[in-house]
Nanobody, 115 residues
Framework: QVQLVESGGGLVQAGGSLSLSCAASGRIFSIMGWYRQAPGKQRELVATITSVGSTNYADSVKGRFTISRDNAKNTVYLQMNSLKPEDTAVYYC???????????WGKGTLVTVSS
């Protein structure tokens, strides 16, 4: 049974930092990443990383967020720096294959950035 379990998140002031992690179980994924959904908005890509370390970032987070993964632990991380109020959202861990795309989602963790 596949599970994606997120941890981290919470409340931080603008300009601060937070770190998210997501531990996957049940299978190995060639691509893992993070998406987010702000109130009243559609879910959007934040960042993805392949099993060989190729990364992709949304323009809005480039230079501020860093995605990484530990293949031995089947875990993906998201380091978020210089946070802005517009980063406030529920952040979802995602995993799948490069060919088929995202197949699995975590339950989400709330990140709130106060101004």
């Amino acid at each position: 049974q596949v599970q994606l379990v997120e941890s981290g998140g919470g409340l931080v002031q603008a300009g601060g930092s937070l770190s998210l992690s997501c531990a996957a179980s049940g299978r190995i994924f060639s691509i893992m990443g993070w998406y987010r959904q702000a109130p009243g908005k559609q879910r959007e890509l934040v960042a993805t990383i392949t099993s060989v370390g190729s990364t992709n970032y949304a323009d809005s987070v480039k230079g501020r967020f860093t995605i990484s993964r530990d293949n031995a632990k089947n875990t993906v991380y998201l380091q978020m720096n210089s946070l802005k109020p517009e980063d406030t959202a529920v952040y979802y861990c995602a995993a799948g294959s490069i060919l088929r795309g995202i197949d699995y989602w975590g339950k989400g963790t709330l990140v709130t950035v106060s101004s």
